[in-house]
């Protein structure tokens, strides 16, 4: 449990209020204060490449993207970002700049030089991760920490001078030996992390900065931001810098933006986060959309997200620990032959409608099936409002399966919350994606964004034992939406999950390409993890707990990993796979593909 202390720093999550920030310009765009949510991007080419990094940061730019970052790998690497930022300024585009730095104090010495940002990451600014396991005596760290200082003490000063923002940004796989030892794989890890450059950069006197606190898996997302969030708050009203929201290696096509919808949209709906970029792996280009989707909502009336029935919310305290996940502990119950709460699966639902139009191919739908009808389930619909009928739930002998009625004037996030806050955790909770039901033809993707940052907002709070998506009028789609947003979580593992990387200036071999290729021949393997990273930076670290790791080592070179550890060297990029699918035989995770195609829904 969280230390007590910290929840008084929580957001409400009941009634959406945007964090209030500082403002921090980078160039003549201002991050956080009364600003709208600030779009950002990364482009693929190499940095060396003068032509291609000019065109693809305008054609980014002329999309909508507000920020544009550059990776810059190394001193000469960095030099070049002179060239781009000229040849960027004369074709008349005035999108700030952002150079992504890994390892290389001198490279962020050089870029400061040119571009209007510079994001570090505290995990290898100065440390060098060797996976070593050390205790480190008080003094010792602290010998550490002065390393540190003094090699980023120079950045500090050199960004002061000349006016630049910087991006404290912490990776929930890239934190150095010395954290780990310390604090652990946590959040608390990653906060540390970040809090620490701070220090220095406010012993500075030096304040343009802001904090991201970056992982694939969306429930260690939000509890990092969370738990940064309450520890800014609680180091007084002067640490109030803002945010930069992103999920590192969410994927592509709908895995990959309901991943980012999860974990960018859930706390975007606690009112954090001034910035944000998605991380697709995808043509950059394509990123913006879904940003904008995610960031809409909540542009609204300054930032403010309308609240319809907010006057009408109880103050109520939160029956979890907003910092830390565990799922509600309700009681198995039995519906329509599946077992339902505790620590069974969360089931899927659907309408009787929707039900009856799949139902001559039920059989054939492999995992992507419905489990249970609404309207045969025997749910109890409530208003969380109603105290009486509450009362009522909670005196009953029996454990029974509750909701959200439809058709209430409430935001649906604080309604289910609501509810989870007055009803006895026995009881299990039906989650729904929308209280008005599509009737017609609707956007999928609008669909598929807000229902997963409803829906992932909730699970990710530990909330939830079934759910039903209604906003998508077509059997089939609100089926595949309903497993892979529970995929997406974390909640209910059904089919292959891959953590790729978005593709950088760093990249090794086509991510895009390479990763179709890895789904082809391993998508059949339920329940393994796969991670597709582009080069070391998001190597071993950033795979978080993959099962495997396909790794660009050198260029046209892969290394092959088993969770962490790298066991196969400098494989030539046309024999990687076949040499991944051998590794994952050898480690008894490999079964060969069922016969016959599954049927489309």
């Given at each position: 449990m969280t230390d007590h202390a910290l929840l008084r720093y929580c957001p409400d999550l009941l009634a959406y209020t945007r964090r209030q920030t500082r403002e921090v310009m980078v160039g003549d765009v201002g991050i956080g204060g009364s600003n709208p949510i600030r779009i950002q991007s990364m482009i693929t080419s190499d940095t060396r490449d003068t032509p291609a990094c000019v065109k693809e940061i305008i054609g980014l730019a002329e999309v909508g993207c507000e920020i544009v970052r550059v990776t810059a790998q190394t001193k000469?690497?960095?030099?070049?970002?002179?060239?781009?930022?000229?040849?960027?300024?004369a074709a008349g585009c005035t999108v700030p700049l952002v150079a992504d730095i890994h390892f290389k104090p001198d490279a962020a010495l050089e870029a400061a030089k040119w571009v209007e940002k510079i994001r570090v990451n505290p995990g290898n600014y100065v440390d060098k991760k060797k996976f070593e396991v050390r205790e480190y005596t008080d003094d010792q760290y602290a010998e550490e920490l002065e390393r540190i200082r003094d090699?980023?003490?120079?950045?500090?000063?050199?960004?002061?001078?000349?006016?630049?923002?910087?991006?404290?940004?912490?990776?929930?796989?890239?934190?150095?030996?010395?954290?780990?030892?310390?604090?652990?794989?946590?959040?608390?890890?990653?906060?540390?992390?970040?809090?620490?450059?701070?220090?220095?950069?406010?012993?500075?006197?030096?304040?343009?900065?802001?904090?991201?606190?970056?992982?694939?898996?969306?429930?260690?997302?939000?509890?990092?931001?969370?738990?940064?969030?309450?520890?800014?708050?609680?180091?007084?009203?002067?640490?109030?810098?803002?945010?930069?929201?992103?999920?590192?290696?969410?994927?592509?096509?709908?895995?990959?933006?309901?991943?980012?919808?999860?974990?960018?949209?859930?706390?975007?709906?606690?009112?954090?986060?001034?910035?944000?970029?998605?991380?697709?792996?995808?043509?950059?280009?394509?990123?913006?959309?879904?940003?904008?989707?995610?960031?809409?909502?909540?542009?609204?009336?300054?930032?403010?997200?309308p609240q319809a029935g907010a006057a009408t919310l109880p103050e109520l305290a939160p029956s979890y620990d907003p910092f830390s996940y565990e799922r509600r502990r309700s009681e198995v119950i039995e519906v329509m032959g599946h077992q339902l709460g505790g620590d069974q699966p969360i089931r899927v639902f659907t309408s009787q409608e929707k039900w009856n139009a799949v139902a001559h191919k039920i059989e054939k739908m492999g995992d992507f099936k419905p489990e249970i009808v609404t309207e045969k389930s025997g749910v109890i619909e409530l208003d969380p409002r109603d105290e009486s009928a509450i009362s009522e739930i909670n005196q009953s002998a029996d454990a029974k399966l509750v909701t959200v009625k439809d058709g209430l004037d409430l935001p649906l996030v604080a309604a289910f919350r609501m509810l989870a806050f007055q009803i006895d955790p026995r009881h299990p909770i039906l989650l729904k994606d929308t209280l008005e039901p599509a009737t017609g033809d609707v956007d999928f993707q609008e669909v598929l964004l807000v229902g997963a940052r409803r829906i992932g907002a909730l699970i990710c709070d530990g909330i939830g034992d079934a759910i039903i998506v209604q906003g998508e009028s077509a059997p089939g789609q609100s089926l595949r939406l309903s497993y892979n947003i529970l995929q997406a979580a974390g909640a209910r593992i059904f089919k292959t999950d891959y953590v790729a990387c978005p593709s950088c200036g760093r990249t090794l071999f086509n991510l895009q390409s390479t990763t179709q290729k890895i789904r082809e021949a391993t998508g059949h393997?339920?329940?393994?993890?796969?991670?597709?990273?582009?080069?070391?930076?998001?190597g071993p670290g950033e795979m978080a707990d993959a099962d495997f790791g396909y790794v660009g080592g050198a260029p046209g070179k892969i290394n092959l990993y088993v969770g962490k550890q790298a066991v196969k060297f400098n494989i030539p990029q046309d024999e990687a796979v076949d040499r991944l699918i051998d590794l994952i035989r050898e480690h008894g995770k490999w079964i060969d593909a069922p016969e016959g195609e599954p049927v489309e829904i």
């Open positions: 000469v690497y960095a030099a070049n970002l002179e060239n781009i930022a000229r040849e960027v300024r090699q980023f003490v120079p950045l500090v000063g050199l960004c002061k001078d000349l006016g630049r923002a910087m991006r404290i940004g912490t990776n929930h796989g890239s934190l150095s030996d010395r954290i780990m030892n310390r604090y652990g794989d946590t959040p608390l890890g990653m906060c540390e992390s970040a809090l620490e450059f701070a220090r220095i950069a406010r012993e500075h006197d030096y304040h343009n900065f802001v904090f991201s606190m970056k992982a694939s898996n969306p429930k260690v997302m939000i509890e990092a931001y969370r738990l940064l969030v309450a520890r800014l708050d609680q180091e007084g009203d002067d640490w109030n810098y803002p945010i930069h929201l992103g999920v590192t290696e969410a994927g592509d096509g709908e895995d990959g933006r309901i991943k980012s919808a999860i974990g960018i949209g859930s706390l975007l709906g606690d009112g954090i986060g001034d910035t944000i970029r998605v991380s697709l792996t995808e043509d950059a280009i394509h990123e913006i959309p879904v940003a904008r989707a995610l960031a809409e909502p909540f542009q609204r009336s300054c930032g403010g997200l393997l339920k329940g393994v993890r796969i991670a597709v990273m582009g080069c070391i930076v998001n």
